[in-house]
C-alpha cells in the first residue's frame, strides 16, 4: 500500500529562519514520483515540484530546495529565509504511475511570523 | 492561476439531496482528476476520467460518480447527500503524458 506520512502537523517560525518540511512514503513500486505542494488560505493546490524515483539530486528553485533520499524514503522541503507569504499548508504526494492518482499526506501548516 | 476553472465556489445542501460540481480543465489537458478534502486532511482520491471513461477510482461509493466531456471538462455528481460528504471537492487536470495535475480553487460543499 502507498502512504505519505508528514509527522510535523503545524510548525510557526519567525520571518527570514530557515524551515524544514518532512516527507516519509511508503510504496513497493519501483517507479513513482513524489511531489510538494502548497495550500494557501484560497483553498487551491498549488504545484511546487515532481520528482521521479529515478532522480535522487536535490533540487534546489530560488529559496525553495528538496532533498530526496531513496535510503530513507523521505523527501523534505526546505524554505530558506522565510517570508510571510510562505504561510500555507505544504502536502507531500504520491503517485505510483504516470497520471495515476496522488496520494497526500495530512499537511503540514505553515506559520510564518512576522 | 493554472486555468483550472470550478464551479459553484460554495454550495449548501441539505441531507438526501443530489449535487453537481463543475470544472474546466486547463488547456491542452485531457484528463480529469477529483479529490475530496475534509477540514483538517489531505486531499483523497475520488476518481480520475480520461477520454471521457473513468480511469482509476478511490475509496468512494457508486453514489459518487462522474462525467468528462468532449472538450475535456468534468462534472461530479453525488446522490444522497450525507452529512460527512461536507468538504472542498477540488479538480485537477493534466496531460496524460505529462503527470502533474494542476488543481482549481476547489467547491466547498456544506451538507447540513
Known amino acids: 500500500a502507498q502512504k505519505v506520512t508528514q509527522a510535523q502537523t503545524e510548525i510557526s517560525v519567525v520571518e527570514k529562519e530557515d524551515v524544514t518540511l518532512d516527507c516519509v512514503y511508503e510504496t513497493r513500486d519501483t517507479t513513482y514520483y513524489l511531489f510538494w505542494y502548497k495550500q494557501p488560505p484560497s483553498g487551491e493546490l498549488v504545484f511546487l515540484i515532481r520528482r521521479n524515483s529515478f532522480d535522487e539530486q536535490n533540487e534546489i528553485s530560488g529559496r525553495y530546495s528538496w532533498n530526496f533520499q531513496k535510503s530513507t524514503s523521505s523527501f523534505n522541503f526546505t524554505i530558506t529565509a522565510s517570508q510571510v507569504v510562505d504561510s500555507a499548508v505544504y502536502f507531500c504526494a504520491l503517485s505510483g504511475s504516470r497520471d495515476d492518482k496522488i496520494i497526500f499526506g495530512k499537511g503540514t501548516r505553515l506559520h510564518i511570523l512576522p | 492561476e493554472t486555468g483550472v476553472t470550478q464551479s459553484p465556489t460554495h454550495l449548501i445542501k441539505t441531507r438526501g439531496q443530489q449535487v453537481t460540481l463543475r470544472c474546466s480543465s486547463q488547456s491542452g489537458h485531457n484528463t480529469v482528476s477529483w479529490y475530496q478534502q475534509a477540514l483538517g486532511q489531505g486531499p483523497q482520491f475520488i476518481f480520475q476520467?480520461?477520454?471521457?471513461?473513468?480511469?482509476g477510482r478511490g475509496n468512494f461509493p457508486p453514489r459518487f460518480s462522474g462525467l468528462q466531456f468532449p472538450n475535456y471538462s468534468s462534472e461530479l455528481n453525488v446522490n444522497a447527500l450525507e452529512l460527512d460528504d461536507s468538504a472542498l471537492y477540488l479538480c485537477?487536470?493534466?496531460?496524460?503524458?505529462?503527470?502533474?495535475?494542476?488543481f482549481g480553487a476547489g467547491t466547498r460543499l456544506s451538507v447540513l
Open positions: 476520467y480520461y477520454r471521457e471513461e473513468e480511469n
Open positions: 485537477a487536470s493534466s496531460n496524460y503524458r505529462e503527470n502533474i495535475q494542476y
